[in-house]
């Protein structure tokens, strides 16, 4: 019983220091763990080792500081999809392409990308098909730069001098000055627009769904081809998608 004891403790341990790294918004020391958590700091420095071994966590380019891994940010993704609330988030989703009849999808930020958690199409002819799990750049997607705009500083800064930035169309941003200056003003209106940067044709808005004042854990997002809407007519929209956002954002704060 004492050693069955003493593994629930160590796992509820692990367990906190991956919580620790996914609420921090970007990589932490391991001295930043050890005053979070109030553990000692061999402990810490055993249970990140056991963590890194496990690829659970990674070292950031600067090798002192940890962050989640890929392995934990799909597992974390996963679970947004698949379990309770995820009928609510696409029940809301419905509802809102019901209401302005173009196709909506949730997303989030997944490593250097942008990941579908969840999308209701439209029943018109024309239209982007993309399944729940589809990655999109973030550079050149409204959901992309809004949720890029919304990180922290020093994560910010980190992914914009490191993303490819890959030109898809003549409209992409593939200078990292003018997409800082793109950020800066997607952040002061608080959503993301896409004129034609990913795929000729295709325009989309973005609004954040947020945690809290300042955090944005997801996006909610209008897609359509222009050859049906302009890029006014999509920004017509933005009313619904920020009552769906506040609808959504409760979702995740249960």
């Not at 974390?76 to 302005?100: D, F, K, W, Y």
């Not at 793109?182 to 295709?202: S, V, Y």
Request: hydrophobic share 40%.
């Amino acid at each position: 019983m004492a050693a069955s004891n003493q593994s629930n403790a160590a796992a509820v341990r692990a367990f906190r220091v991956l919580e620790t790294l996914a609420d921090a918004g970007g990589p932490l020391s391991m001295m930043d763990l050890v005053n979070a958590l109030g553990l000692p700091k061999q402990t810490v420095h055993r249970i990140l080792t056991q963590l890194r071994h496990a690829w659970l966590i990674t070292r950031s380019d600067d090798d002192r500081r940890y962050e989640c891994s890929p392995r934990v940010r799909a597992l974390a993704v996963n679970v947004l999809m698949q379990t309770g609330p995820a009928a609510a988030r696409h029940g809301l989703l419905e509802q809102l392409v019901a209401s302005i009849g173009e196709t909506c999808n949730l997303t989030m930020l997944s490593g250097n990308d942008v990941i579908y958690v969840d999308r209701v199409e439209t029943e018109w002819p024309l239209r982007m098909h993309l399944q729940p799990g589809s990655h999109v750049p973030l550079h050149c997607s409204a959901s992309g730069k809004l949720l890029l705009s919304f990180l922290p500083r020093e994560r910010r800064e980190h992914l914009i001098d490191t993303l490819p930035l890959r030109r898809f169309s003549d409209r992409t941003f593939t200078d990292r000055d003018e997409l800082r200056t793109e950020l800066r003003q997607t952040r002061r209106r608080k959503m993301g627009i896409n004129n034609q940067e990913h795929l000729q044709g295709l325009i989309a808005i973005a609004v954040p769904v947020m945690l809290n004042r300042n955090r944005a854990c997801a996006a909610i997002a209008v897609q359509a081809p222009i050859g049906r809407l302009t890029l006014d007519d999509l920004l017509a929209f933005e009313p619904e998608l920020r009552v769906a956002a506040e609808e959504t954002a409760r979702t995740f704060r249960r």
